[in-house]
């Protein structure tokens, strides 16, 4: 049995019920639980690891409920730079095609290490294309080696251009083997119970990849196992065009028929809903996975995320993928949310602390983890530190918690995942990062130079 205190942190913040800010406050931890929380001088006097956090802000694990790790290869690319959706993927769709095994890996360790540096403790990942041998398993190795808590989502792409389908016939697979390999990973990896590292979920790409006797089986088969569904959901006009013609219905109503709207289902985007689907999805407990950056960065729209609480809906933050966002800074996707919601002439559509709210508890409860996202007595120890005296918080720490936000967003000093320190003075010590990214520069170049 191992323990840990953290003490004099400048202000802990926990998130609970009550939505406490302790000023020198202090954390202690057996193993990987959160004991006790409060004031330093309420803290046993001994512990077999002590951390002094004097000077820093601790806040909960951030979660990120998006993402797709390999497109940290393809970030930047000039032909998809100033594109929306379909077009970008388009552009892109051929280069990834070249993804390998060793690509997914190497990848998901660069986009892991980018997460953790800003502040990221628990993340979905969705991964949809497997050309060249790639598996699953591969990315599920690397968030192993770094020390991440990881929900992968087994994605799937089945309807290929000869179909009516966006994606070219290549990076398609045949939906006996799609499912053949969900039910695999489920057993193989899934771990349902609380603290759990690694949890699976079952994620068809989107609406114009897939077909509608995958959806329907895929949701069949997570429910058999008790796992979750994601998906892509609402995030384009042209989407929502492409299921008006192909099924004669918006994109929520034709998930709505194939059984995909629930409390075991989330969504990632979820830009083009009215109120009625909005409603819906706070009636049924059905999740959002908010990407402001990627939404931004495609000219999507906005995403409805004042209407979409109010109505109880459970929302998260997601960074998306590195090819439409260019960043893994889950903090930062945090402030962009915040200033996202005001653009439209708001000046309070969100505030910091909601926006902390939606990248800690938020998230946790999109990928349905009683057990994370706060810092109070019997949650998993993920933490992270802040120190407050960098630069660009110089003049705002007479409110610290807004500063996290609304500054320039920051790189973490110190974090926790599972009671295992994974970033110390800012720098990762899980894995030597410099040769993984040395090594990812060059998969990148060959992929898109088709080599």
């Keep these: 049995m191992t323990t840990t205190l953290i003490r004099h942190a400048k202000i802990i913040v926990t998130m609970d019920a009550d939505r406490r800010e302790i000023p020198d406050g202090g954390v202690f931890i057996r193993n ?18 002590v951390v002094d956090l004097s000077d820093h802000i601790v806040l909960p694990g951030l979660v990120n409920t998006h993402h797709h790790l390999y497109q940290t290869l393809t970030r930047a690319v000039p032909a998809a730079q100033d ?3 379909f ?5 892109l769709y051929p280069i990834w095609a070249n993804l390998t095994a060793e690509g997914v890996c190497i990848s998901a360790l660069v986009g892991m290490a980018e997460l953790i540096l800003s502040g990221c403790t ?5 991964l949809y294309l497997y050309p060249n041998d790639a598996t699953i398993d591969d990315e599920i ?6 020390g991440l808590r990881f929900h992968a989502t087994r994605g799937s792409m089945s309807l290929g251009e000869s179909k009516g389908g966006l994606p070219p016939d290549r990076v398609v697979e045949d939906e006996g083997a799609i499912l053949n390999d969900c039910q695999r990973v489920i057993e193989t990896y899934h771990d349902p119970n609380p603290y759990a590292m690694l949890r699976i979920a079952l994620a068809p790409c989107s609406p114009f990849s897939v077909t509608e006797n995958l959806m329907r089986e895929t949701a069949a088969m997570a429910r058999e196992y008790g796992v979750c569904l994601h998906t892509h959901l609402a995030e384009t006009l042209d989407e929502e065009q492409f299921c008006l013609e192909k099924f004669g219905q918006r994109p ?12 075991n289902v989330w969504h990632a985007h979820c830009v083009h809903m009215n109120d009625a689907e909005i409603e819906l999805f706070g009636q049924t407990g059905t999740g959002v996975a908010h990407c402001p950056n990627s939404n931004m960065r495609l000219a999507s729209g906005i995403a409805p995320i004042k209407a979409l609480r109010a109505h109880y809906v459970p929302v998260g933050l997601g960074v998306d993928g590195s090819a439409s966002n260019d960043s893994s800074h889950l903090l930062g996707e945090a402030r962009q949310a915040m200033l996202l919601q005001r653009v439209g002439g708001d000046p309070a559509g969100m505030t910091a602390r909601q926006a902390l709210e939606l990248a800690t508890l938020g998230g946790a409860s999109v990928l349905r983890r009683g057990d994370i996202g706060s810092i109070e007595p019997g949650k998993a ?3 992270i530190a802040i120190n407050l005296n960098r630069l660009s918080y110089a003049g705002a720490l007479h409110d610290p918690v807004a500063a996290a ?17 994974v970033v110390q003075d800012g720098r990762l010590i899980t894995v030597e990062i410099e040769p993984v990214i040395e090594r990812h520069n060059q998969i990148a170049r060959e992929m898109v130079d088709g080599k």
């Design 87 to 91: 077009k970008w993927l388009k552009t």
């Design 252 to 263: 929520v109503e034709y998930m709505e028929e194939l059984g995909w709207i629930g409390d």
């Design 381 to 383: 120890a993920d933490l």
């Design 405 to 421: 936000i609304f500054c320039t967003p920051a790189n973490v000093d110190w974090s926790m995942i599972n009671g295992r320190v």
């Design 141 to 146: 190795r690397a968030a192993q080696e770094i």
């Design 32 to 49: 990987n639980v959160i004991r006790q929380v409060g004031f330093t001088s309420e803290m046993p006097p001994h512990a077999d690891y």
């Design 122 to 126: 628990t993340s979905s990942d969705h």
């Design 83 to 85: 594109a929306g959706l």
